[in-house]
Every structure is written in structure tokens, then in C-alpha cells.
């Protein structure tokens, strides 16, 4: 199988070519990545969906992150990559018109220069479907993970899909902040009952 190629980009975000994937990563190149927020109602809270990183993942193993994250490969829509995103990761099949759009964020850590496109999706526990990458999901009040995201207490309850409870540490969290307040304030505008 060919390895996967990305666009890389200058600190413009302007084009500059294409790398394998393995090479995007630790040079001085910018790359794009989705990440989509699922959220919804579990146990009658308005929660976020979390994914727990496979424990074989290169970065962050074992970490909690966005419901879904990933490449964007070269020549594809960033709405495609998070479709195809989300059915690999966590078995969800969702529509294009399922995902709201809430903007960019760029992330600059040694290493991994990523510019994020963030995604806003309504998501029901029963339907999650989780893939090889993934070794659970949880809900964790929406309240909850903004006090964990805002450095405001140093770990939350959440419950894994099955019910069980879990206490997540800000410190087992992927660093994505401003991506998550991106998604926490438009959760926050959902006027709807869900």
C-alpha cells in the first residue's frame, strides 16, 4: 500500500508541494488535518464524545481527543477527509450536510505543524461503531470538558458508552484548545433541545 501524501503548505499557507506522510512530519512545512467535535445527549446531559487513542497510535497513544481527527491527503476535500474520518475512526455515517463548519486553527508543536479544519457534528451513542484506532468512546458533560479545556480543574468524570465511569485528567487530553472551544461555544449556541 503507498504510503499517503499531503500537501504541504509555508508559513503563508500557501502550497508548496507534496511529502509522504512520515516526512510531513518534523520538517518546517505546515500540513492540513480535520478535526470533528460529536456531541449529544447522554443520560439526559448535553455531553462531547471523546475518542481514546488505540494504544498503537504514533502520537498520543492512549490519549483522549476530538471525536475524530485526521490527514487530510493530498488533493482531498477537507468535508471529505472528515467524513471519511469519521466512519474509519468511530463507525459513524455521516452526510455532508451533518457537519458544521467552525473555522481553522493553526498548531505548532515540534515536529508536527498542523493547520486544522474544525467540524461540528450531532452524534447519538447508539450509532458509534469504533475502528481499529480507536479504543473507546466517552461522554463527558459539556461543562465538565470546558473546565478541563479552560485549565480550570485538573481531571473530570465522564462514562464510557456502556456506562461505566471514567475520570479523565486534563493532562491525558490531546492539546487541541482552541479547536475545542471553537466546538464548546457552538454547542453552547444550540438553542435546540436534543
Known amino acids: 500500500m503507498a504510503e499517503e501524501m499531503l500537501t504541504i503548505y509555508d508559513d503563508d499557507l500557501n502550497p508548496v508541494g507534496e511529502l509522504p506522510r512520515a516526512q510531513a512530519h518534523g520538517g518546517d512545512h505546515w500540513h492540513q488535518v480535520v478535526h470533528v467535535w460529536l456531541y449529544g445527549t447522554f443520560r439526559r446531559e448535553r455531553c462531547v464524545f471523546l475518542q481514546k487513542r488505540a494504544a498503537e497510535k504514533k502520537t498520543y497513544p492512549g490519549f483522549y481527543d476530538a471525536g475524530t481527527t485526521g490527514h487530510i491527503s493530498a488533493g482531498e476535500a477537507p468535508l471529505d477527509a472528515a467524513l471519511r474520518e469519521v466512519r474509519e475512526e468511530v463507525g459513524l455515517q455521516l452526510q455532508a450536510q451533518d457537519l458544521t463548519a467552525l473555522g481553522h486553527c493553526r498548531e505548532d508543536e515540534p515536529g508536527d505543524r498542523e493547520v486544522a479544519t474544525v467540524f461540528l457534528a450531532q452524534a447519538y451513542a447508539t450509532d458509534f461503531a469504533p475502528g481499529q484506532e480507536v ?19 485538573d481531571g473530570a468524570a465522564a462514562r464510557t458508552l456502556g456506562g461505566e465511569r471514567v475520570f479523565l485528567t486534563r493532562d491525558k487530553l490531546c492539546p487541541h484548545p482552541e479547536s475545542a472551544m471553537l466546538a464548546i461555544r457552538a454547542i453552547q449556541a444550540i438553542k435546540e433541545e436534543m
Open 135 to 153: 479504543e473507546q468512546v466517552i461522554a463527558m458533560p459539556l461543562q465538565r470538558f470546558e473546565s478541563l479545556v479552560r485549565r480550570e480543574k
